[in-house]
């Protein structure tokens, strides 16, 4: 029997698709600091229904279920909302240096 865990789905996957989206040639205007990429995070999980799982098969098997063309593509949708909303609204207190 394997360890009990406590983990959302959702989050794993959205912080994933962000990370990857803020590296890519789309955003490389985007700030890429903890605060901006948090925020993006913690905007796009908000609109999103959560998948909480509380073993490692169960993860995986959720992982498997949601990884899929239909709900990437509404996922994705979410994060271009948030990384929206938080370009216009920073609440970094510095100007970033481009990286």
């Known amino acids: ?27 490389q205007t985007f700030c890429k600091c903890q605060t901006c990429e948090y925020d993006t995070v913690a905007l796009t999980l908000n609109a999103l229904p959560s998948k909480y799982v509380t073993s490692l098969e169960s993860r995986d098997e959720a992982f498997k279920m949601m990884n899929v063309p239909e709900n990437i593509e509404l996922i994705n949708k979410e994060i271009i909302h948030a990384l929206h909303a938080v370009s216009k609204y920073p609440r970094h207190k510095v100007e970033p240096t481009s990286l």
Not at 18 to 23: A, I, T
């Open 1 to 27: 029997m394997s360890e009990p865990i406590l983990v959302n789905v959702t989050e794993e996957i959205v912080r994933g698709l962000v990370s990857f989206l803020l590296r890519g040639p789309e955003y």
